[in-house]
């Protein structure tokens, strides 16, 4: 589980999170989403200890990014927009790396990422270096990177972002199973029909504040819209496209 407690972060004369809280709970997907400018990347970020919080806390499995960097980490599966794979390295290479990282040991990476590297149908491109890869199979080896040390609590940005049709599917399939397994799964993206298919729990930032947080038929019923894209616009302030 992540609960998020009154964050508050500036950045010069900007406040760019004022505030914010949430939980994340296990077993759920929750939607974070928000406008261009509206905080939500900064508050991600926090969850996941790139940046430290001015006040707040953020915790992972009671564990805090700030105070528990190493031991957070283990706890959290980070799926950043910028996919980042070693273009010399095969994806199953990715994959194994990230995992000695995580400070697992040969057998268990092994075990890892021959089972990852079937849930997520990458047995054709396994064994091939990743430069040069398509955005699907990039995303692919960054999922499973992510995942390589079974982490509770999963964040993902943006994961369908280029995907085609029959991939998207694939993924929201694989997400929900997460969900299923008990795991808390934090989806950040701005397709609302991914939000509406996935996600338990939906919180929307705003200006740098928690705007509304319910579940997707709580927040088409608080603002009266025909759809959950409706409900968004109404609820975010029609600032921007949502990010």
Do not use: W
């Amino acid at each position: 589980m992540i609960e998020v407690q009154q964050l508050y972060k500036r950045f010069g004369t900007v406040e760019a999170v004022k505030g914010v809280s949430f939980t994340a709970r296990d077993g759920e997907v929750t939607g974070v989403l928000g406008p261009n400018g509206a905080g939500k990347t900064t508050s991600l970020r926090m969850i996941t200890g790139l940046i430290k919080p001015d006040q707040g806390q953020v915790t992972v499995d009671g564990l805090d990014p700030v105070k528990q960097p190493i031991e957070v980490r283990r706890q959290l599966g980070v799926l950043p927009d910028a996919r980042g794979l070693y273009r010399r390295l095969t994806a199953r290479e990715n994959l194994e790396y990230f995992g000695a990282l995580q400070g697992l040991d040969a057998a268990t990476i092994r075990r890892h990422a021959d089972e990852l590297i079937e849930q997520l149908g990458m047995e054709t491109i396994a064994e091939r270096h990743t430069e040069g890869f398509s955005n699907g199979q990039r995303v692919k080896v960054a999922i499973g990177r992510a995942l390589i040390h079974h982490p509770q609590n999963v964040l993902l940005d943006e994961p369908t972002n280029g995907l085609d049709v029959m991939s998207i599917r694939a993924l929201r399939r694989f997400i929900a199973d997460l969900a299923a397994q008990g795991r808390a799964v934090i989806l950040s993206t701005h397709v609302m029909q991914e939000v509406a298919a996935l996600c338990q729990r939906i919180v929307i930032i705003g200006h740098g504040e928690v705007v509304a947080d319910g579940s997707p038929d709580e927040l088409i019923h608080m603002t009266q819209a025909d759809s959950l894209e409706d409900a968004f616009v109404a609820l975010a302030g029609g600032e921007g496209l949502a990010a």
